[in-house]
Every structure is written in structure tokens, then in C-alpha cells.
């Protein structure tokens, strides 16, 4: 059990369903991110929020809308997506100026399958 | 674009070796430098991180920095089969909240 729970672990969704995953940290921590994983590819980082404010957003389709109501919980709401975005959904989180060098802990993750 | 390489292996060692695992990164301000290991169907998991030039142990687990060449590396005494997973190498450009710039990952497989 990680101090990052996401859910659902597994989601299979339509191109014209509309879902959302959900992420909670129980650590504390001020910042957190939503990273994508796809096979054969790096990580990639999506959104970064820090103290609820996004700070970043790395030309990720409209398609995905990220939500931030406090620091403890993030959201991915995602709607008509493609059959490309299936991938494992990472969230994390971390401490900004904390002595770990913004060391950042992943949840579980969520696999999604878009069919 | 901030870059981070690794030869994706597989790299294969005998049980109780050293394994050796290298990373090398193109933004020469980047600050941090983790290390994460990812078994198959997991989310990836920190094993260390190291900002200052030099060797830092821990463990079985040593992690080296050469700011200079811009390289980073792992390395496992005594593997174990326990070992074999994917690692990911990391780095942070300014040690603030901006998420970390990840490598492909090296799947590294120990031999019993």
C-alpha cells in the first residue's frame, strides 16, 4: 500500500463514454502530477499541479481535463477519447523543497483501454 | 526538450554479480537525479536519488553522478533474482514542483 491510491485500477471505456480517474495522497504533500505510460515509451508527464495551481501542462489533447479541488486530491476527467490514449494513467505526488530533491511517489496507477 | 537515455537491454547478470546501469541526460542545469525500479504490471518505485557529484550507497544499491559528462549510473551488488525489473532513470531540472523528466528504462534480468 502506497501513501498515492488511484482509482479505478482498471477502466475499459468507449470513444464516446466520458469517465474520470481519481487520485488521492495521503502524505501531505503539495504537488501532484498526472504522468502517462505507454509500452515501449518513456513516461511522460501531463499535468503538474502545486498548491491547486496548475503549473503545467505538456500540450496534452483537450480530450483529457485535469481537476485539482485541494492539494490532497487530482482528477483526470477524460472524454471522446482514441483508442491511442490506452495506456497506464500514474499519478503522483511530492514536497516541493523537501530534502529528498522533490523525490515524487506514484500511486498504483490506472489501466485504461479505450475501445 | 530535456532528454534522458538508457539502453532499453535487456541487461542480463548472474546471480550474485554486479549489475551496472547507465543514464545519460542533455540538460546540463538539471539538479536531481533519481533512480526507480518497475516490476512488470507496477508503478514505479523509488530506490534513490543523488544531486551531488560522486558515489552514494545505500544498501546494495550505489548511485554515481559525473555532472560533467552528464552521466548518471546504478549499480547492484549481489543481485538477486528479486532484482530483475525495469529501471527507470529520472532527473529534475531545478529541484522544484515541475515533474520529473524520465528515460525509457533499462529491463534488467537476473540469472539464477
Known amino acids: 500500500e502506497t501513501g498515492v491510491t488511484q482509482t479505478p485500477r482498471h477502466l475499459v471505456m468507449g470513444m464516446t463514454n466520458k469517465k474520470s480517474l481519481k487520485c488521492e495522497q495521503h502524505l501531505g504533500h503539495n504537488a501532484m502530477y498526472w504522468y502517462k505510460q505507454s509500452a515501449k515509451k518513456p513516461l511522460e508527464l501531463m499535468f503538474v499541479y502545486n498548491f491547486k495551481e496548475q503549473t503545467e501542462n505538456n500540450s496534452v489533447p483537450s480530450r483529457f481535463s485535469p481537476e485539482c479541488p485541494n492539494s490532497s486530491h487530482l482528477f483526470l476527467h477524460l472524454h471522446t477519447l482514441q483508442p491511442e490514449d490506452s495506456a497506464l494513467y500514474l499519478c503522483?505526488?511530492?514536497?516541493?523543497?523537501?530534502?529528498?530533491?522533490?523525490?515524487?511517489?506514484f500511486g498504483e496507477g490506472s489501466w485504461l483501454t479505450v475501445v | 526538450q530535456k532528454e534522458v537515455e538508457q539502453n532499453s537491454g535487456p541487461l542480463s547478470v548472474p546471480e550474485g554479480a554486479i549489475a551496472s546501469l547507465n543514464c545519460t541526460y542533455s540538460d546540463r542545469g538539471s539538479q536531481s537525479f533519481f533512480w526507480y525500479r518497475q516490476y512488470s504490471g507496477k508503478s514505479p518505485e523509488l530506490i534513490m536519488f543523488?544531486?551531488?557529484?560522486g558515489d552514494k550507497e545505500d544498501g546494495r544499491f550505489t548511485a554515481q553522478l559525473n555532472k560533467a559528462s552528464q552521466y548518471v549510473s546504478l549499480l547492484i551488488r549481489d543481485s538477486q533474482p528479486s532484482d530483475s525489473a525495469t529501471y527507470l532513470c529520472?532527473?529534475?531540472?531545478?529541484?522544484?514542483?515541475?515533474?520529473?523528466?524520465f528515460g525509457k528504462g533499462t529491463h534488467l534480468i537476473i540469472q539464477p
Open positions: 543523488i544531486y551531488s557529484n
Open positions: 503522483a505526488s511530492s514536497q516541493e523543497g523537501a530534502s529528498s530533491g522533490n523525490t515524487i511517489y
Open positions: 529520472a532527473v529534475n531540472e531545478w529541484g522544484g514542483a515541475d515533474g520529473l523528466t
